[in-house]
RNA sequence: GCCCCUGUAGCUCAGCGGAUAGAGCAUCGGCUUCCGGAGCCGUGUGCGCAGGUUCGAUUCCUGCCAGGGGCGCCA
């Protein structure tokens, strides 16, 4: 059993033998200062009002119950604070937890069953297939691919899908702004006029159709730079598709059928303001061309009947849609909470502190490939992930392409390095690991050792944490705290050496082990690479006298 | 006017109702007989304002102020 669960048992004895009730789980935490012990529960303040006395005098009351029932392995129990209850664990959990992670490796430490195999569906990026994607499109992206990784990990079943709206007026405008670019002609006043379009009509050849080539052209290049950021789709999901397959018209049809939507003034309307939008929505245009609404409404039936879960990662313009989607799926007989819609804030992009607005290649808005490009993927999707997505983001493009201390990629991705290279460094001088029931772990006693394991420790909680709130910033912080604590231990415990007892060799060399496989697990996590070795760039070498 | 997000250190950001609110960068100062110095250690300043709920609020609620985004028969 774990740890944790015998001591809420235990506090459920003191419980009952004290004649207290408590609704609700016991609390019990890691208190941050590790000064509190290595596990902390508040229940005497929580209890105190109810039992009609003070919460420090309950403490006290529980921690001689607590003292009396006695679990091996338990240290010390203190009160402090206005009544918390500390406990102090034997150093050997900490050993224990080392021997766990390293017989669960890599592949199974923080993996969780809580999905139990359910189907979710990420929808994410879904950009019209009207042009390159842009540097904002590359928060969604990363988000939404690490947010899957995160399920995935938890247990569900996860497909990744990109929604094609490969039809209607914007690709219609797209594909004549083509066509007037290949002509010479003018591009339409309500066209694209980027500068991409110029460079893909110079591509084009003259018996290609404008609208199927640019589609196609517009989807590798989505598909090419999300590849190189290392995200793959399951599914390209396109609307098209719904039409020839009636799905749209169907669709229409249930929602009249649903008395959800009304015609007036020459259009459909669906009823959103029954369930809380500030005015209805048009479904079909007066013109008879649909809206972006009804399509979007069939295809989250069409994901409603493949998975038990529908995440979407939508943009902070598009928050207003998020009631009126809820509206259609709910009056259709769904239950809306089965959809979470997640919005990502704006990306302000900047060079050395001053606002980047224009592509200096293009003239034009910075496209998602040239961010890729300049700052290389490792590094854009880790600093897309550095925050919360509910906070608008400043991403420095000149910080973030420095291969240096202030990037934060690279701490940990040197912490990574290190480990390696210390461990090639033990095979070229004769070391050999022996048997992990063999290896003497009690040796670690020192600080810097014992709060490694602890953050290994953690880390299922954090993923635990970071699925359920769907925010992948929280393993970003995970990894660095815990690359700052791998790069204090590296300063102060040396593994190998003809100064170090060959025993604690054998244990630094499995923490290590250990502590590898919690970065890997970060890593995979946030879709970032754990390299073997990083060396500076050249220009540093020259300006270091190392 | 209505809706969403945000306001925490000089800057960029963490902070699951709890104890002395933390990192990185920047500033200043230290650390090489030794596994990679892209590292380590030290150094001080802060929860936008006002109420409320609570034993306890940076965290939850309300109002206000400030910044960003959205309010189309565009997507």
Redesign the pocket.
């Known amino acids: 059993m774990d740890v944790r669960e015998s001591i809420k048992n235990l506090i459920q004895e003191a419980l009952s033998s004290l004649d207290l009730e408590m609704s609700g789980e016991i609390?019990l935490?890691?208190?941050?200062?590790s000064?509190?012990?290595d596990w902390?529960?508040?229940i005497a303040?929580?209890a105190?009002?109810k039992a009609g006395s003070n919460?420090r005098d309950l403490a006290n009351e529980f921690k001689r119950v607590l003292e009396e029932l006695s679990l091996e392995g338990i240290s010390e129990i203190?009160v402090?604070?206005?009544?918390?209850?500390?406990f102090y664990l034997n150093k050997s959990w900490l050993h224990d937890v080392l021997v766990q992670v390293v017989n669960a490796g890599s592949e199974n430490w923080a993996r969780l069953e809580e999905g139990e195999g359910r189907k979710v569906i990420v929808e994410f990026v879904?950009?019209?297939p009207?042009g390159p994607l842009h540097a904002g499109h590359g928060r969604g992206a990363c988000y939404g691919d690490s947010v899957a990784r995160l399920l995935e990990r938890s247990g569900y079943s996860v497909s990744r899908e990109f929604y094609v709206?490969d039809r209607?007026?914007?690709?219609d405008?797209f594909a004549s702004s083509l066509a007037a670019c290949v002509s010479g002609r003018d591009i339409p006043e309500d066209g694209y006029h980027g500068a991409y379009i110029k460079e893909w009509a110079d591509e084009i050849s003259e018996d290609d159709d404008p609208f199927v080539w640019g589609k196609q052209r517009a989807l590798d290049a989505h598909k090419e730079v999300l590849s190189d950021l290392n995200i793959e789709f399951d599914s390209w999901f396109s609307?098209t598709s719904m039409v020839e397959s009636g799905a749209i018209e169907e669709t229409l049809t249930m929602l009249g059928e649903a008395n959800a939507s009304y015609h007036?003034?020459?259009?459909v309307?669906l009823k959103s303001t029954e369930y809380g939008d500030?005015?209805?929505?048009?479904l079909?245009?007066?013109?008879g061309?649909?809206?972006?609404?009804l399509?979007?409404v069939a295809y989250h039936l069409d994901k409603l009947v493949r998975a038990e879960r529908l995440v979407n990662v939508w943009?902070?313009?598009?928050?207003?849609?998020?009631?009126r989607m809820k509206a259609a799926v709910e009056s259709l007989g769904h239950d809306p909470a089965r959809l979470d819609v997640e919005?990502t804030?704006?990306v302000?992009l900047q060079r050395s502190?001053e606002e980047v607005k224009l592509s200096k290649r293009t003239g034009d808005i910075v496209e998602l490939s040239e961010v890729v490009k300049e700052v290389g993927p490792d590094a854009a999707r880790f600093t897309y992930l550095?925050?919360?997505?509910?906070?608008?983001?400043?991403?420095?493009l000149d910080?973030v392409s420095r291969?240096?201390?202030?990037?934060?990629v690279?701490?940990v991705?040197?912490?990574y390095?290190?480990i390696?290279?210390?461990?090639?460094?033990?095979d070229q001088v004769g070391f050999a690991p022996i048997p992990l029931s063999a290896v003497d772990l009690s040796q670690l006693q020192h600080h810097?050792e014992l709060s490694l394991i602890r953050s290994l420790h953690?880390l299922p909680?954090i993923v635990a944490?970071a699925t359920r709130?769907l925010?992948p910033?929280?393993i970003?912080?995970w990894l660095?705290?815990f690359?700052?604590d791998?790069?204090?231990?590296?300063?102060?415990?040396?593994?190998?050496?003809d100064?170090?007892e060959p025993s604690l060799?054998q244990a630094?060399f499995v923490l290590m082990q250990a502590a590898l496989i919690g970065l890997e697990v970060g890593m995979h996590l946030l879709g970032v690479s754990a390299?073997?070795?990083?060396?500076?760039?050249e220009i540093?070498d020259e300006e270091?006298d190392?």
């Open positions: 609390h935490e890691r208190p941050a200062n000064e509190h012990g902390s529960t508040n303040l929580a105190a009002k919460p203190e402090a604070g206005p009544g918390f209850i500390n879904s950009a019209n009207t709206n209607g007026t914007q690709m405008l609307e007036k003034d020459g259009a309307w500030d005015k209805d929505r048009v079909v245009k007066s013109d061309e649909y809206t972006y609404l399509p979007d943009g902070a313009d598009h928050h207003g849609y998020i009631t919005v804030q704006m302000n502190g550095l925050q919360s997505i509910d906070t608008t983001q400043t991403f420095d910080l291969r240096a201390n202030e990037n934060p690279f701490y991705q040197y912490a390095a290190r390696r290279s210390m461990m090639k460094k033990a810097r953690e909680d944490r709130e925010a910033h929280q970003t912080t660095r705290d690359a700052g791998l790069h204090g231990f590296y300063h102060d415990c040396r593994v190998l050496g100064d170090v060799t630094r390299p073997e070795e990083m060396w500076r760039d540093q270091g190392r």
